[in-house]
């Protein structure tokens, strides 16, 4: 089945650093990847999507590029803010009519000053 | 403004009583979900609801059941409470199910004592 793997549970980082989580996956069918994003106590959100191989997508000073030879889809931003601690979900659609997005167990940034 | 409305926002009950989650949407999606969300297990899938009495369990659906007789609200029922269904609970919708990215509401914090 479709799988999404998350590889960092947990990211700390000091204002001003650049930031990447890493988001991979698999599936047998055509992927369409997503980034949300969740504040404490909040709902998630969307992020950013995509579903185009090899082009960067950005929001919010998010960007990401699809690769799916590699078959990833990280999460990148040249300089975390301390509004950017959060938990952030890739999840994959690929398909599966029947179970909708495939999410990964999601990475917690936690920004200092 | 399109939204996703969850109620109750907190919620506490004892073992053995009955729950009612409730959500709704005013964007007309077909396609509502269910899920809940504990430390280190990311969003996990109880049910999706396709449209109006169509619905289908997700990954984690014992314990649980669903009514939705409304496109534009979904209702999820614990029958007999159990301390292991305390968590948060989230509701989101879609316009489709392949590749749609989902509105969530703002969850409900259900603990069962």
């Known amino acids: 089945g479709d799988s999404v793997t998350q590889t960092e549970g947990l990211v700390t980082l000091t204002k001003g650093l650049p930031v990447m989580l890493n988001c991979t996956y698999q599936?047998?069918?055509?992927?369409?990847l997503f980034w949300y994003v969740q504040h404490l106590n909040e709902a998630p959100k969307l992020l950013l999507k995509?579903?185009?191989?090899?082009k960067r997508t950005e929001h919010q000073g998010f960007y990401a590029t699809l690769h799916k030879s590699s078959s990833s889809f990280h999460l990148q931003k040249s300089s975390v803010q301390l509004s950017d601690s959060a938990l952030y979900f890739c999840?994959?659609?690929?398909?599966?009519?029947?179970?909708?997005?495939?999410f990964g167990l999601g990475t917690r940034v936690s920004v200092f000053p | 403004d399109m939204k996703v409305t969850q109620m109750p926002r907190y919620l506490i009950k004892r073992m053995g009583e009955n729950v009612l989650l409730e959500c709704g949407q005013d964007?007309?999606?077909?396609?509502m979900y269910w899920y809940r969300q504990d430390p280190g297990l990311g969003l996990q899938l109880i049910y999706i609801?396709?449209?109006?009495?169509?619905?289908s369990e997700g990954d984690i659906p014992k314990g649980y059941r669903v009514s939705r007789k409304k496109r534009e609200h979904f209702s999820l029922i614990l029958d007999s409470a159990k301390t292991n269904q305390t968590s948060v609970y989230f509701c989101?919708?879609?316009?489709?199910?392949?590749?749609?990215?989902?509105?969530f509401g703002s969850g409900t914090r259900l603990l069962v004592i």
């Open positions: 989101a919708s879609s316009f489709g199910i392949a590749n749609s990215d989902y509105t």
């Open positions: 599936t047998t069918y055509s992927p369409f």
């Open positions: 995509s579903s185009t191989d090899n």
């Open positions: 999840a994959l659609s690929a398909n599966n009519y029947a179970q909708g997005l495939t």
């Open positions: 964007m007309s999606h077909e396609t």
């Open positions: 609801s396709y449209d109006v009495d169509s619905n």
